[in-house]
């Protein structure tokens, strides 16, 4: 598949080897960053949604975080929502309704979704359960070998044969 | 003996399911909550006419295709070939959703590779696409004749793609 201005890595690089050369070029040539947008408030609120959302063109960004041509036109609609006064929630189901429940990070509880959020109690539960199991057979199996302890008369021989072993002529 | 054996057999089992989620799996395919909704309605200007324009509407009662691509894409021209073809044998009709191109690019595009659309939408600021919930172009829409997405290839549509999904999902929905 073709992603216009993929992941970022190689050509952050890139431009950061640029920096610093122009750097040695023209030192007085650093500027103050423009700021991002004209409204704080709508910026706020958008980066907190976009917070939320997953980047689908490089998927372990977030969508205020990607640099991706994707994230900044779904950004730009956020911004555009919020300025037409949408509730976040509005705009949640704006997002879900085209790309579906995988753009959140915090996944919804649906049918389709259960084995997600209480998988891994299942799998504590089997994991204690068989503990508890190994546990048994284990005090099972001690209680098996006190039994079959030595009788007083074997005792006897045995600390006779030890003693014998312990002072070898 | 079997205390080896077990732990083995679950580290194989592990292997098996991972090794299957690897090769098969593609996690960059995200299903798409559209399938069996009706394609987003959209009224756009013609990328070779721009006086005409295209709108989802006006396919009802055919069951049609909608490929998203652009010329800065390097996978459609990979997948554009077998595009070509599909149209010269008139199956199905193929239109076009040109995302986020400059005009001039995509008719040179179509002009230099041969153009297999009926027509294609010109989807400037990619607004249309959101819609569509594209994200990796090119994408390609199997809409019915009720206006339902039935289908979403992601990525090229190969020639395995077009024969055993593609084209007979357009030939049962277009008995119906």
Known sequence: ???????????????????VLANFAAPGWAKEAAPMAEDEVVEKRMVAISDELRCLVCQNESLSGSHAELAQDLRREIREMIKADKSDQQIMDFMV?????????????????????????????????????????????????????????????????LQQAGNPR | MKRFLIPL???????????????????????????????????????????????????????WLLNVWASWCVSC??????????????????????????????????????DPYVASAFDNDGRVGIDYG???????????????IRYKQIGPVTPEALEKKILPLVKELEKS
């Open chain 1, 97 to 161: 309704d085209r790309y579906g429940d995988f753009v959140r990070y915090r996944p919804p509880m649906k049918a389709t979704t259960v084995l997600l959020w209480f998988g891994p109690f299942l799998l504590l539960a089997a994991a204690v359960v068989a503990l508890i199991v190994y546990l048994r057979r284990r005090s099972a199996r001690l209680d098996l070998s006190a039994q079959s302890a030595l009788t007083a008369d074997e005792k006897k021989r045995a600390e006779a044969l």
């Open chain 2, 9 to 63: 057999a679950i580290f194989l089992v592990l292997v098996v399911i991972l090794g299957y989620a690897l090769i098969n799996l593609d996690p960059r395919e995200v299903p798409s909550p559209l399938i069996g909704k009706p394609a987003p309605a959209f009224d756009l200007p013609q990328l070779a006419q721009p006086e005409q324009k295209f709108s989802p509407a006006s396919m009802r009662g055919k069951v």
């Open chain 2, 134 to 148: 594209v994200y990796g172009v090119p994408e390609t829409y199997v809409i019915d004749k009720a206006g339902v």
């Open chain 2, 77 to 114: 021209r990979e997948e554009h070939p077998v595009l070509v073809q599909l149209s010269r044998s008139g199956v199905v009709p193929l239109y076009g959703l040109n995302y986020k191109d400059a005009r001039t690019d995509g008719l040179r595009w179509l002009a230099q590779f041969g």
């Open chain 1, 1 to 19: 598949m073709s992603y216009r201005n993929r992941c970022w890595t190689q050509r952050i690089l890139f431009l950061s080897l640029l920096l």
